[in-house]
Antibody
Framework: QVQVVQSGAEVKKPGASVKVSCKAS????????IQWVRQAPGQSLEWMGW????????KYSQKFQGRVTITRDTSASTVYMELSSLRSEDTAVYYC??????????WGQGTLVTVSS | QSALTQPPSVSGSPGQSVTISCTGT?????????VSWYQQPPGTAPKLIIS???NRPSGVPDRFSGSKSGNTASLTISGLQAEDEADYYC?????????FGGGTKLTVL
C-alpha cells in the first residue's frame, strides 16, 4: 500500500535552516511528482513547490523562491525540503504529498516546524 | 496567483445538503478543469475527495459531488453526517503552480 512518511517535529531559531524528509513507499517512486504544502496555525494550505523525482526538475512558488530547495534521493525513495533564513512566520505544519497527475492523493502526516528564539 | 475565495464557514443539520463555493477568475478556475477538493478533519492531513471538478476517488462516498460554472467551482455534500465536520479546501492545479482556497469550516449542527 502507498505510504508517505515524514520526519519528526523541529524547533529552530530565527535565521536557521530546516530540512524535512518525505519517504514514499508502495509504488514506483520516480513515476509521480511530490508536492510540498504548508499550513500555518489556523490558516489555509499554502503551496511551496514540487519535484519530479525522475529527473530532479523542480518548480517553486514565487513566495519561497530563493529560500526553499527541494531535492530527492532516488535510492532511498525520499524527497527533502529545505527552507532557509527561517523567521517566526514560518512556524507551520509542512506536508508532502504524492502528485498523481494533479491529484494530491497521498499525504504525509505533516511535520511541525516551530521557529522561536 | 491569488488564493481562491471560499466562504469561511457553512453549517447544516444531519441529513441536509450543503454547498461550498470556490470562486476565482477567468485566468484560473474559469480557464482550467483541474479543480480538486480536500477534506481536513481537525489535527489530520488533508484528504482528496474530488478531482478534476467532479471525479470522486475510490472510497469517497457518493454523497460528495463537485461541479463548476464559469469562475466558480462548488462542492456539495448531501445527507450530512456528523463525520463530515471538517475544513474543506478547493485547489487549482496548473502545469506551473497549485493554488488553494482559503478554506471553509463545515459544522454539522
Amino acid at each position: 500500500q502507498v505510504q508517505v512518511v515524514q520526519s519528526g517535529a523541529e524547533v529552530k531559531k530565527p535565521g536557521a535552516s530546516v530540512k524535512v524528509s518525505c519517504k514514499a513507499s508502495g509504488y514506483t517512486f520516480t513515476i509521480y511528482a511530490i508536492q510540498w504544502v504548508r499550513q500555518a496555525p489556523g490558516q489555509s494550505l499554502e503551496w511551496m513547490g514540487w519535484i519530479n523525482p525522475d529527473n530532479g526538475d523542480t518548480k517553486y512558488s514565487q513566495k519561497f523562491q530563493g529560500r526553499v530547495t527541494i531535492t530527492r534521493d532516488t535510492s532511498a525513495s525520499t524527497v527533502y525540503m529545505e527552507l532557509s533564513s527561517l523567521r517566526s512566520e514560518d512556524t507551520a505544519v509542512y506536508y508532502c504529498a504524492r502528485d498523481r497527475y494533479g491529484d494530491l492523493d497521498y499525504w504525509g502526516q505533516g511535520t511541525l516546524v516551530t521557529v522561536s528564539s | 496567483q491569488s488564493a481562491l475565495t471560499q466562504p469561511p464557514s457553512v453549517s447544516g443539520s444531519p441529513g441536509q445538503s450543503v454547498t461550498i463555493s470556490c470562486t476565482g477568475t477567468t485566468s484560473d478556475v474559469g480557464g482550467y478543469n483541474r479543480v480538486s477538493w480536500y477534506q481536513q478533519p481537525p489535527g489530520t492531513a488533508p484528504k482528496l475527495i474530488i478531482s478534476d471538478v467532479n471525479n470522486r476517488p475510490s472510497g469517497v462516498p457518493d454523497r460528495f459531488s463537485g461541479s463548476k460554472s464559469g469562475n466558480t467551482a462548488s462542492l456539495t455534500i448531501s445527507g450530512l453526517q456528523a463525520e463530515d465536520e471538517a475544513d474543506y479546501y478547493c485547489s487549482l492545479y496548473t502545469s506551473t503552480t497549485v493554488v488553494f482556497g482559503g478554506g471553509t469550516k463545515l459544522t454539522v449542527l
